[in-house]
């Protein structure tokens, strides 16, 4: 079992960054693949980023890739994503995500557990 706690939202800026952090419980969280989704309001949620266990494998959504990092400290317990130039079209409440596997998956259906998210708003 893991439970997961998201951190960092807040409202910003187009242009400028946030940190998110995700704190996990469990001795096992570095033997889980983990991922970063997002949902805006009318829509379905959406991969976003997702980190091997170990940290050596990483997967981007395309509309992200070159400005969101996805990196993980397991002396931690921790996940985080760096969000760098923010654009309005980000905005949407991310969510954390487990999965009892250390390969990474781009789909939701892979993951198992979930954080209970937090806002990110972006502002033009």
């Known amino acids: 079992q893991v439970q997961l706690v998201e951190s960092g939202g807040g409202l910003v800026q187009a242009g400028e960054s946030l940190r998110l952090s995700c704190a996990a419980s469990?001795?096992?969280?570095?033997?889980?693949?983990m991922g970063w989704f997002r949902q805006a309001p009318g829509s379905e949620r959406q991969f976003v980023a997702a980190?091997?266990?170990?940290?050596?494998?990483?997967k981007y959504t395309d509309s992200v890739k070159g400005r969101f990092t996805i990196s993980r400290d397991n002396a931690e317990n921790t996940l985080y994503l760096q969000m760098n130039s923010l654009k309005p079209e980000d905005t949407a409440v991310y969510y954390c995500?487990?999965?009892?596997?250390?390969?990474?998956?781009?789909?939701?259906?892979?993951?198992?557990?979930w954080g209970q998210g937090t806002q990110v708003t972006v502002s033009s």
């Open positions: 995500a487990a999965r009892a596997q250390m390969t990474v998956s781009t789909t939701s259906e892979a993951y198992q557990y």
């Open positions: 469990g001795r096992t969280f570095s033997s889980y693949a």
């Open positions: 980190i091997s266990w170990r940290g050596g494998t990483t």
